[in-house]
Nanobody, 125 residues
Framework: QVQLVESGGGLVQAGDSLRLSCTAS????????MGWFRQAPGKEREFVAA????????YYADSVKGRFTISRDKSKNTGYLQMNSMKPEDTAVYYC??????????????????WGQGTQVTVSS
């Protein structure tokens, strides 16, 4: 059974940094893409960033480009989302997700097979 467990959320001030982790278990993920999404109250879930475990693809939403960085530790089956220079508009529940689909749009939430439980990130001004 595939499981994604997130950690690292919390309350920070504008300009601060935070790192989220997402540990996957249940099978091998060498061919997967891991995506990070977020959902603010009253808004739809939106794409933040994604990478493939082989390390050949990384992609960021324009809203976080230059501030957020994704990485992975294959030995731990763990992906990371490093968030720097955070803004109040980054406040949301953050989710990681994984899929084997390599061709569909990274932005499409319907193409991801498994999701983490979500972790709250709050940025105060």
């Amino acid at each position: 059974q595939v499981q994604l467990v997130e950690s690292g959320g919390g309350l920070v001030q504008a300009g601060d940094s935070l790192r989220l982790s997402c540990t996957a278990s249940g099978r091998t993920f060498n061919s997967d893409i891991m995506g990070w999404f977020r959902q603010a109250p009253g808004k739809e879930r939106e794409f933040v960033a994604a990478f493939n475990w082989r390390g050949t693809i990384t992609y960021y939403a324009d809203s976080v480009k230059g501030r957020f960085t994704i990485s992975r530790d294959k030995s731990k089956n763990t992906g990371y989302l490093q968030m720097n220079s955070m803004k109040p508009e980054d406040t949301a529940v953050y989710y990681c997700a994984t899929r084997t689909d390599r061709s569909s749009s990274l932005y499409n939430t319907d193409t991801y097979d498994y999701w983490g439980q979500g972790t709250q990130v709050t940025v105060s001004s």
